[in-house]
């Protein structure tokens, strides 16, 4: 498959979707997308946004290898290969918004809904699963 791709890493093709962190495009497979994943990092639900210098190139990395452990496992993902630094093909599927949120310490929403210290640390890791949907405020 030709994967036509800028000088900047970024995709040539019709953008189907833009986040915070990733960008999807078309390719002329209509059963696969292109995920370009962005330097640009936000909190507070995009209050405060930044770009962090090759953030885009190691949520590249960390995913693919995320992604084939799972397969290797069993466990099927959208996922098929790792196209350069900051480019993925993969399934083009529907994406049920659930957000994943892991936590070693407390901080941001959890440390003021739950009324913690921030920067305490908890004997265990929580995990928050959050509706993902900005105009709500992610909700639990």
């Given at each position: 498959?030709?994967?036509?791709?800028?000088?900047?890493?970024?995709?040539?093709?019709?953008?189907?979707?833009?986040?915070?962190?990733?960008q999807v495009f078309m390719?002329?497979?209509?059963?696969?997308?292109?995920?370009?994943?962005?330097?640009?990092?936000?909190?507070?639900?995009?209050?405060?946004?930044?770009?962090?210098?090759?953030?885009?190139?190691?949520?590249?990395?960390?995913?693919?290898?995320i992604y084939r452990h799972?397969?290797?496992?069993?466990?099927?993902?959208?996922?098929?290969?790792?196209?350069?630094?900051?480019?993925?093909?993969c399934l083009r599927v529907?994406?049920?918004?659930?957000?994943?949120?892991?936590?070693?310490?407390?901080?941001?929403?959890?440390?003021?809904?739950?009324?913690?210290?921030?920067?305490?640390?908890?004997?265990?890791?929580?995990?928050?699963?959050?509706?993902?949907?900005?105009?709500?405020?992610?909700?639990?």
């Open positions: 498959m030709n994967f036509n791709i800028d000088a900047q890493g970024v995709p040539r093709s019709t953008m189907l979707y833009e986040g915070k962190a990733k390719t002329e497979d209509p059963s696969r997308v292109i995920i370009h994943y962005k330097d640009d990092a936000s909190a507070y639900n995009g209050i405060k946004r930044a770009q962090i210098a090759n953030k885009g190139i190691w949520n590249n990395k960390i995913s693919s290898i799972l397969e290797e496992d069993g466990i099927k993902t959208h996922f098929i290969e790792r196209i350069d630094d900051r480019n993925q093909l529907e994406v049920i918004p659930i957000e994943v949120i892991v936590r070693n310490r407390a901080a941001g929403t959890m440390a003021r809904r739950l009324g913690l210290q921030t920067g305490m640390k908890p004997e265990n890791v929580i995990y928050e699963y959050c509706y993902k949907n900005d105009e709500l405020d992610d909700p639990l």
